[in-house]
């Protein structure tokens, strides 16, 4: 076969497409682009009077959207335009890497990041998918890589959960540095130490780290309750509420470890442990324990019968 033989072939279906009518007409951006084009080959002068015919047609068409409050859907508009392009120009995300994650699902991690089908790697700035990303309280850092043509990767550093606290009735999860996780969790943390109070929530790490180092003492807290925002009182699984210092709490640990040894002072009927005055241990009797000891205490000589 010829090539003349090929291409009258060819301008025959073109001829006949015509004939059919299924030719389409270039739509008026086609058109309007077109003249543009023509525009900018003709004369130095011309085609400054075109440049600010354009720039007159955008300032107007801006000028328009903002005082119609259009704003975010010309900018929405814009942005989906500039995609487009640039996935026609093969920038396109054909690959999106997630790592770091444990609790969080690869397409939550996307769609936090402001990544659709549509998008395209051109348009994307790293900076805002970072804080998009670490809005989410449960990533404590994020970074972002763009890797031209078409790849993108995405490594999360999630919050861990690490203790429960209560405020107003409601416990929540929280992180090491007091972020809130989760609202009205469930049962499967209640292994997590639980801390109460205003301001409770900033201050657990260094209380659990505390108790960390005392295991017979921290094995007895049901809750550490922070008061007026300065320092600890330990709520016993036996009910005792153990009053620390505000300053060097860890001096008093020693000291009730020391007594809960040589004289079992926790298994005793008590309410309260106070240790907030350094030479001093103060405690309080339960009413029970109070009404047998004033029992036992033998009368004066000289009371009444």
Known sequence: MNRGASFTRAAGRRHA??????????????????????????????????SLFLLLFIGTGTYGAVR???????????????????????????????????????DEILARAGITDNSSLLLLNPDTMRDALKAEPRIAEATVRKLYPDRLEIVIEEREPFARWQRGGKVHLIARDGTVLASDIENRVAELPLVVGIGAEKNAAGLIDLMGRFPSINDEVRAGIFIAERRWNLRLKNGIDVQLPEEDPALALERLVQLDRSRELLSRDLTTIDLRVPDRVSVTLSSEAAEAQKQKTPKRKGADS
Do not use: K, N, Q, W
């Open 68 to 106: 119609g409050g259009h704003v975010d859907a010309l900018v929405t508009t814009a942005h989906e335009t500039g995609d487009a392009i640039a996935r026609g120009f093969g920038l396109g995300i054909v690959h999106a890497e997630v790592r770091g994650m444990r609790v969080l699902g690869r």
């Open 17 to 50: 497409s015509l004939a059919s009518g299924e030719y389409a007409p270039p739509s008026r951006l086609t058109l309007l682009l077109r003249r543009v084009f023509v525009r900018l080959s003709e004369p130095p002068l011309r085609r400054l009077g075109l």
